[in-house]
């Protein structure tokens, strides 16, 4: 029992820390014990007026857009989305938002890789800001908080083959006659690059050639691209690899402001992503993890990693660039995608976004393709008749 009070005391300082006779509260728990004064609860959602239950909006045949305009001054808190035909290529479902009646949005991604699911897949994804939950990773959740002070428009524009036949949303907002002083506006943007390998080809751990050196970082992934004062507060990573090879000797460089040398340097991949030892196991935090590893043969296949800087984001006065290496010294071939999540000062126009064509996922590596190189390698070797597989020409 003593033991139990004291660890009842212990949560109480950690939620509730104090000095002197002064409480402070602390932490997203320690927030809500606040009553907000001059604020409304406020939401838009497809329920069917008519009381009925057609609950939703559609069709939206291939080329067309759905969108929804949220008026004032406030704060979206919640946005959830699900779509049917559940098959209908969510990377090609693209969302927008757009800020204080701007014609450009900040927010500008696939719906899958946005709200955490890369190539068109489905597969359960848990973290404090984002989540595709039950069934399926069907339900899409976002509880960023997104600033807007001369209303807000939400869009999805359905790039896929098929029609968008079924779509059900909420948006929570909270509404407001002004917003609290520095509220910055959210964005988000999607990239997308299948990089290449060095001319002396892929000499990842040496195996196949003398590894370089990475002294600027210029041929580097990027994964963010800002021009503006913020900060910086997450990324989900997708990385595809079409060998067994290990994909994540590759550092991640951070430019602050404009500086030529980045100032902010990482030991690894799977480093940045709080994690260690090339892994390949599933696990998820509310701010990182590997929802989904690839199991197929080595670190051959599609890996997701996230990672939110929600305790620790990343500020910048006039901009931010995000990189990292696809290989030590960006030697390897990788399709990579990301979508970066960051606050401005103001709303801020993104960078070109890939296309259709660019964004579309690779074939995946088989059995069959491994079958076929070891054959060019048996051929390569004079074509024994007991050559196993691992041998090395001196």
Wanted: hydrophobic share 30%; glycine share 10%.
């Amino acid at each position: 029992m003593k033991r139990c009070l004291n660890l009842l005391l212990l949560f109480s300082l950690c939620i509730f820390p104090f000095k002197g006779n002064a409480q402070v509260t602390n932490g997203e728990l320690g927030k809500l014990i606040t009553i907000q004064d001059d604020v409304k609860s406020r939401r838009i959602s497809s329920a069917d007026k008519t009381g009925n239950n057609g609950d939703c909006v559609g069709q939206f045949k291939p080329g067309e857009k759905w969108s929804i305009e949220v008026p004032g001054t406030g704060i979206i808190n919640h946005i959830w989305f699900t779509i049917a035909p559940t098959d209908i290529s969510r990377n090609d479902l693209i969302f927008r938002i757009y800020w204080d009646g701007n014609s450009f949005p900040s927010v500008e991604s696939p719906i899958g890789p946005f709200f955490g699911n890369g190539w068109n897949e489905h597969y359960e994804f848990v973290s404090m800001p984002l989540a595709c939950g039950p069934r399926d990773a069907t339900g899409l959740t976002c509880y960023f908080q997104m600033p807007f002070e001369k209303g807000a428009r939400i869009e999805i524009e359905n790039q896929s083959d098929k029609t968008l036949t079924n779509l059900y949303f909420y948006v929570d907002y909270t509404e407001m006659d002004k917003l609290p002083k520095g509220a910055g506006r959210f964005h988000a943007w999607y990239n997308h690059e299948t990089t290449d390998a060095l001319p002396e080809g892929e000499t990842e751990w040496g195996l196949v050639g003398t590894p370089g050196y990475n002294k600027d970082g210029a041929n580097n992934y990027v994964f963010a691209d800002i021009k503006g004062h913020g900060h910086f507060v997450g990324i989900n990573y997708y990385v595809h690899s079409p060998s067994p090879m290990w994909y994540g000797e590759g550092d991640d460089m951070i430019f602050i402001d404009g500086e030529a040398k980045s100032s902010i340097n990482g030991t690894g991949t799977e480093d940045f992503f709080n994690t260690s030892w090339c892994p390949n196991s599933y696990y998820m935090h509310p701010y990182y993890g590997y929802p989904r590893v690839n199991n197929d043969n080595g670190w051959l296949g599609r890996t997701h990693l996230y990672r939110f800087f929600i305790a620790d984001p990343i500020y910048f006065k006039t901009a931010f660039k995000g990189t990292i290496e696809h290989g030590h010294n960006n030697n390897l071939t990788l399709d990579l995608s990301s979508v970066a999540y960051w606050y401005q000062s103001e709303a801020s126009m993104l960078p070109p976004a890939p296309s259709k064509a660019d964004r579309q996922p690779k074939a995946f590596i088989r059995d069959q393709d491994m079958h076929r190189w070891r054959h060019e390698w048996r051929k390569n070797f004079g074509n024994g008749s007991k050559l196993w597989g691992n041998e090395v020409k001196e």
